[in-house]
């Protein structure tokens, strides 16, 4: 719902950017079959260039980010649906475009039922339909209708004829259908109604021109459109008329002199508008995670730098397998686990687990249980992520932390973590960095060498900073 409000609305914004290159700049030049064409560009444009997205690639640190869901954990964002306004907007919008649909079917089905009662006869690839009906000459395609009653000097409607054929020709009637499509998609964009009025204008002045081009006399021509009423309107909607309300601006473009080719750069004005404002509101910018693909080992610990959720850095968690607890004993690796979720804040984990939770758990569900419980639905609307588990060991042999590691964004932090909990400090190229220091800043897609430096040796070369160790980073200079 919302994005499709989002798209209206870029859409509108391409076909005002349209309008106002041309009313400023073409509307009085006499490029009409140009102008013609660049107005049916226009809508083309509107409707496409909104699907189309200019992504921008940002580094940044990793995003900590929740999955979605009905759950009481505070560090788990439900996401609601979208404000009650948009809603609003969009049934609007849409009782309106149904209202106007209704609207162009229903003129449809009266166009078909006039024409049905018209007398026709084929003549040099057009349809002449007598009427008896009081009403304008108009063209419908390869259709002209008019009432022959009306019209007592044949000259006068030869030159009627003559206009209409022109329409019926260069297909004008398929502009006018595009654009009543294209209004009822933008309805609510009042620029709409006057780029209406612009392309009718605009064939019009076609039509009008090569009438004259084709031999009748441009002064009877202009007596003709002048000395007319407009009393009768019936599908000027749908059809290209004879008579309509541009008659006086019909006159001038007729007796104006053809526009310089030098003019012709002013097409060229639209493109970097267009460009502009395309980069302004089609421009996504994502934040490219830094990655860290590598490892620091020494003989007796081990420091890893990985895709890694820490649990915990004194002990393991109390694991929950499909919502029991698992027993003390429980091997975490004799299970598959298809979806897990770490439940840090402890009043929530009490109030869901009871005492065994008041450090937090582990909650781990397997692709059996997802597929009873539908209730669980939420998480897999998610990408399902496979969990792996490994087992850090001490020196001593007894598990201090485990790691669940999983491409799940969820929870993902980058960092470095020793097995006996304690947090060794950052050096980059030499300089020791301030405590807290997080690597996710560095480029560390050009790690030359990473080195461990610990307890003694930590000490001797960073003093008493290195107190819990130090992992030397050397970074390649761009």
């Known amino acids: 719902m919302e994005d499709f409000l989002i798209y209206t609305f870029k859409s509108a914004g391409f076909i005002t950017l ?175 109604w006057l780029y209406k009025r612009m392309v009718s204008a605009n064939l019009e002045y076609l039509a009008d021109r090569d009438a004259v081009r084709k031999g009748i006399n441009k002064k009877d021509y202009q007596y003709l459109l002048l000395g007319q009423t407009e009393a009768y309107k019936n599908y000027i909607a749908l059809t290209n008329t004879f008579f309509n309300s541009s008659i006086k601006k019909r006159v001038v473009m007729l007796n104006k002199n053809n526009s310089s080719r030098k003019q012709l750069w002013k097409y060229g004005v639209v493109i970097p508008v267009l460009t502009v404002f395309l980069l302004i509101v089609n421009t996504k910018i994502e934040a490219q995670e830094k990655k860290t693909p590598w490892k620091v080992s020494a003989v007796e610990e081990t420091i890893t730098v990985t895709d890694t959720v820490h649990v915990s850095k004194d002990g393991k968690l109390p694991i929950i397998v499909d919502g029991k607890f698992a027993g003390e004993d429980f091997d975490i690796n004799s299970i598959k686990g298809r979806l897990m979720r770490v439940i840090e804040n402890k009043k929530v984990a009490v109030e869901k687990y009871g005492a065994k939770g008041k450090n937090g758990v582990i909650e781990i569900f397997t692709e059996e249980y997802l597929k009873k419980n539908p209730e669980m639905e939420y998480m897999k609307s998610e990408e399902q992520y496979p969990v792996k588990y490994d087992k850090i060991k001490s020196s001593s042999g007894d598990d201090v932390v485990t790691d669940i590691k999983t491409s799940s964004p969820w929870k993902v932090k980058v960092g470095v973590q020793s097995v ?42 960073y003093g008493e900073d290195g107190a819990d160790g130090v992992v030397e980073i050397t970074i390649k200079e761009e």
């Open 18 to 192: 349209f309008y106002l290159c041309y009313r400023i700049f073409l509307h009085r030049e006499t490029f009409f079959k140009l102008n013609r064409y660049f107005l049916l560009t226009g809508m083309a444009l509107s409707v496409m260039l909104p699907f189309l997205t200019i992504t921008r690639m940002v580094e940044g640190a990793p995003v900590n980010y929740i999955p979605a869901g009905p759950t009481g954990n505070p560090d788990v964002r439900d996401i609601t649906a979208m404000p009650d306004i948009w809603s609003v907007i969009f049934w609007i919008y849409i009782s309106g475009a149904a209202f106007f649909a209704g609207r162009l079917l229903l003129q449809l089905w009266s166009l078909k039922r006039f024409l049905s009662g018209c007398e026709k006869d084929r003549q040099e690839g057009f349809v002449l339909a007598e009427t008896t009906r009081n009403t304008m000459p108009f063209s419908f395609f390869n259709l002209i209708v008019y009432n022959p009653s009306m019209y007592t000097d044949k000259k006068e409607l030869n030159a009627i004829l003559e206009h209409e054929k022109v329409h019926a020709w260069q297909k004008h009637s398929l502009d006018m259908i595009l654009l009543q499509l294209f209004m009822v998609f933008q309805w609510c964009n009042p620029v709409v």
């Open 420 to 461: 006996d909990g304690k947090q060794p400090r950052i050096a980059v190229n030499g300089k020791l960095m301030k405590k807290g220091f997080d690597i996710n800043t560095l480029d560390l897609s050009r790690t030359e060498k990473t080195t461990l430096f610990k307890d003694k040796e930590a000490i001797e070369k």
